[in-house]
C-alpha cells in the first residue's frame, strides 16, 4: 500500500502476486511510478511497475531460480533489473527487450564489506580475491 507520509492517509492498494511479499520498494525519479521487487522467498521472484496514477500494472515479470530467488535491485527508470538467484548465479534482466543481457555465475559472487548484507558481482580478474577475513582485496 501507499501511503500519505504527512498524514499517514492510504492513497493506493498495491497488490501483489499470490504468495509474493515485497523486498525492495522504489519510487521512480518522475514520481509517477512504484517499482517493486518481490518474492516468495523460495525459488519466484516478481519485478513489479505501477501506475500510481491509477494503481495498474504498467509491467511485470515473474523470475524462477534454482534457489531462493530476489530482485535485488533495478535501475532507476525500471527497465534493468538485477535478480539473485541465491548461490548459484546473478543477472541483469532488460524489461523492454524482454531478456537476460548479462550474468555472474556464483564462484564470482561474493558479499562486500560496506554493502550491508547485499551480493554483488566481484570482479572476475584473475589474481584478486579477498582475504581470510573478507574485510579487504
Known sequence: DVFDAGTGR?????????????????FLPDGK???VGSSDWNTAAVFTLFDLANGKVVS???FQGKGQT??????PDGRR??????????FMWDMTAAR??????????????????ER????????VRLTRRRRRL
Open 70 to 75: 530476489f530482485v535485488i535491485d533495478f535501475t
Open 100 to 117: 537476460e543481457v548479462w550474468e555472474a555465475g556464483s564462484a564470482r559472487v561474493a558479499p562486500v564489506v560496506g554493502h550491508g548484507d
Open 33 to 35: 511510478r512504484l517499482a
Open 10 to 26: 492510504p492513497l493506493r492498494h498495491l497488490p501483489l502476486a499470490d504468495g509474493q511479499r515485497p523486498r525492495v520498494a522504489r
Open 81 to 90: 533489473v538485477i535478480v539473485e538467484d541465491r548461490f548459484n548465479r546473478v
Open 120 to 127: 554483488v558481482p566481484a570482479p572476475p580478474l584473475p589474481g
Open 60 to 62: 511485470s515479470r515473474e
